[in-house]
């Protein structure tokens, strides 16, 4: 029913910055909250930001400061702004999406490096 589409990824020097976006597609019939996760490798999925609709967005301490999320409603795309990265912000990055249920992106890779 809803698929999402996850670009943006890429290498990156510490100190750098990227923004990713997640575009919803298909058939949905609402959206509530739209957010971000990142699995680096050997650890366990962790929450990155979130923001609901028309509300005030919410980061874990990792991304306070550095990371800005913002929705764009008309679009149905999510984004997430990455700046002064470090080379633990090093993960796949997955958008999830949450209306009647919870639907997750295929997931972007975001490398930094020393």
């Known amino acids: 029913q809803v698929q999402l589409v996850e670009s943006g990824g890429g290498l990156v020097q510490a100190g750098g910055s990227l923004r990713l976006s997640c575009t919803a597609s298909?058939?949905?019939?609402?959206?509530?909250?739209m957010g971000w996760y990142r699995q680096a490798p050997g650890k366990q999925r962790e929450f990155v930001a979130s923001?609901?609709?028309?509300?005030?967005?919410v980061y874990a301490d990792s991304a306070k400061g550095r990371f800005t999320v913002s929705r764009d409603n008309a679009k149905n795309t999510v984004y997430l702004q990455m700046n002064s990265l470090k080379p633990e912000d090093t993960a796949i990055y997955y958008c999830?999406?949450?209306?009647?249920?919870?639907?997750w992106g295929q997931g972007t890779q975001v490398t930094v490096s020393s």
């Open positions: 923001i609901p609709s028309g509300g005030s967005a």
């Open positions: 298909g058939s949905f019939f609402k959206i509530n909250v």
């Open positions: 999830v999406v949450s209306g009647t249920r919870d639907y």
